[in-house]
């Protein structure tokens, strides 16, 4: 797993492929395609290959950290 360059949201692309969303999420190649076949996940296919968009990527995250902050 590569170390993320990224800094801000800002710094993502517009669309993110698989490999970039695990570098970002900081989880395996493996672990990024399953979260995108999860329900909710915010992905679409593009000529075979999964694309994340940003935008939606980004209200996914603030989703789950309200989610999470009932624990």
Do not use: H
Not at 46 to 71: D, H, L, M, Y
């Amino acid at each position: 797993m590569k170390r993320s360059d990224y800094k801000s949201f800002d710094d993502l692309p517009l669309m993110l492929s698989v490999q970039e969303l695990s570098v970002v999420l900081g989880v395996s190649r493996t672990s990024a395609y399953e979260l995108t076949k999860g329900k909710g996940f915010p992905s679409v296919k593009v000529r075979g290959r999964i694309a994340i968009p940003k935008e939606q990527f980004i209200k996914w995250i603030a989703t789950q950290a309200e989610k999470g902050a009932g624990r």
